[in-house]
């Protein structure tokens, strides 16, 4: 049925599947912009696609082998539809030699690029579909132009902006810099070109800035310096209604200046996503960090105090190599001085070429599992407590999604409050009580005054 009113359209469809964070996320809207270009539509239906992608993430050995499955997976379609077209993109390929064992393995893949390629994809395609030559194609770096590549957004009130892209830090964990490259500062005037254009024109209300580390972003206006404190500045002196988010902070370059423009500019979202990693000093110096426990417990305790009511998350991995268990008990004692409104916790895990990946002192499995639950229970604890502590709170919030039943908002503190209300509209701010909780969940009202 939905084949021959496929044919009766006569509409190429495509379908992206993304992994991994953020800044994929953002990379597939420039992938559906350059679909979008070629006439293809966006379809949820795997099966009926005409053009499958995959934006790949390879941050953790468990993230690489589900996609490897998923993409394994395509084979059956390819059975029954030879001429669909299958490519695999990102952060997985670009890895030293792993383009060509994927198609070793999977020869039904047409066209594989990187992460500095990526906008080249609509040329890859033309070329499958005019001669059916594979294309493989990784390259070590690119100048990073956004300009010219279109872009579909997925969502209707968060706009994506890059920032930055790259990474300098080279954690020893990390495949990041490897595969995403050395760090790169896009132009300020882009930037702000950008946003003003997503909030004046496009009506956009959450402008989420991405990097790796937004904190070292570094280029000028004018012939003047502007650093990440000046650009959240600029960027809040943007005439309209909306806010400012961004990730990730990196502990080590988190400068006064920037506490400060995150306390004034009111456009910008209280709320700091600061990775602490671990709770160690040791284990902190090993994973090339370049901050202590102290160091950080003095940033946070520096937030607080300049702005009281901030939120707060971080990410954590358990079981670096050669941690002890005191390592990890200090990891425990920090999640539960610093009081995280959110926290990612992982499991380690080697990545080839990375300097862990050879670490002596590796952790078993059993060991990691243990901790990863410890760690997470103790989470769990603090955050029904923090929530039962926001009861009768007044927020000013923004309804971020209605489904039939409620309504989804946010406070500029990053706090999700669930308000018993389907009448009230996406995008709209509105003030609200918290009433009540579930676990760690906010359910409000609509506060309607004294
Ligand atoms: N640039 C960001 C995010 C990097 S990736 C930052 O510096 O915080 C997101 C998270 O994945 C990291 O913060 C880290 O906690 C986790 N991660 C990275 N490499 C990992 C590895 N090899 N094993 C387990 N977790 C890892
Ligand atoms: Fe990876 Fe560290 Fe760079 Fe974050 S700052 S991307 S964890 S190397
Ligand atoms: Fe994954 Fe690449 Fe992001 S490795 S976490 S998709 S930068």
């Known amino acids: 049925m939905l084949l021959s009113y496929r044919g009766f ?25 350059q679909l979008y270009a070629l006439s293809y539509t966006a379809t949820d239906n795997i099966e009926l696609a005409d053009i499958i992608i995959f934006n790949t993430c390879c941050i953790r050995e468990s993230a690489e082998t589900k996609e490897i499955g998923n993409i394994g997976a395509v084979k059956t379609i390819k059975k029954s539809r030879p001429n669909v077209i299958v490519a ?20 039904f893949i047409n066209i594989v690029l990187g992460t500095h390629n990526i906008n080249k994809l609509s040329n890859s395609i033309l070329s499958v579909l005019n001669d059916r030559k594979r294309i493989n194609e990784i390259i070590d770096s690119c100048d990073y132009t956004d300009k010219n590549v279109p872009i579909i957004r997925d969502r209707t009130l968060n706009a994506w902006v890059n920032i930055m892209y790259g990474c300098n830090n080279f954690c020893t964990y990390c495949i990041v810099p490897y595969v995403r490259g050395r760090e790169v500062s896009r132009l300020t005037e882009e930037i702000l070109q950008d946003v003003k254009e997503l909030v004046q024109q496009k009506n956009y209300k959450i402008i989420t800035l991405l990097g790796q580390n937004v904190n070292s972003y570094s280029s000028s206006l004018n012939g003047e310096k502007v650093d990440f404190a000046k650009l959240l500045r600029l ?17 080590k370059d988190l400068s006064n200046e920037l506490i400060s423009a995150i306390k004034e500019c009111k456009k910008v979202s209280k709320y700091l996503h600061l990775p602490v990693q671990s709770g160690s000093t040791q284990v902190l110096k090993r994973m090339n960090r370049r901050y202590t426990r102290e160091h950080y417990l003095n940033l946070i305790e520096k937030l607080r105090t300049k702005i009281p009511d901030i939120a707060l ?27 995280y409104n959110g926290a990612f916790v992982f499991m380690f895990s080697k990545r080839s070429g990375t300097v862990a990946e050879t670490m002596p002192n590796q952790i078993e499995l059993a060991v990691k599992r243990e901790r990863i639950h410890r760690l997470l229970e103790i989470q769990k604890q603090i955050n029904n407590k923090m929530a039962d502590e926001e009861i009768g709170k007044k927020f000013e919030v923004l ?52």
């Open 313 to 339: 998350s971080t990410d954590i991995i358990v079981g670096f190599p050669g941690e002890t268990e005191k390592d990890f008990e200090d990891t425990c004692d920090l999640i539960q001085k610093v009081r």
């Open 235 to 251: 960027i809040n002196n943007i005439e309209g209604e909306f806010r400012i988010k961004f990730m990730t902070s990196h502990p």
């Open 9 to 33: 359209m006569n509409t190429k469809l495509y379908h992206i599947v993304t992994y991994g964070c953020q800044m994929n996320v953002h990379e597939s809207e420039k992938i559906a912009g």
């Open 399 to 450: 309804i971020e999604e209605v489904t039939e039943k409620e309504a989804i908002a946010s406070t500029s503190f990053g706090k999700v409050v669930r308000i018993k209300d389907a009448n009230l509209r996406v995008g709209s701010i509105v003030d609200i009580i918290v009433t009540n909780v579930k676990g760690s969940k906010l359910i409000g009202e609509v506060y309607l005054g004294e």
């Open 88 to 107: 695999v993109v990102g952060c997985m390929t670009q890895q030293k030699g792993f383009a060509e064992n994927l198609i070793k393995k999977f020869p």
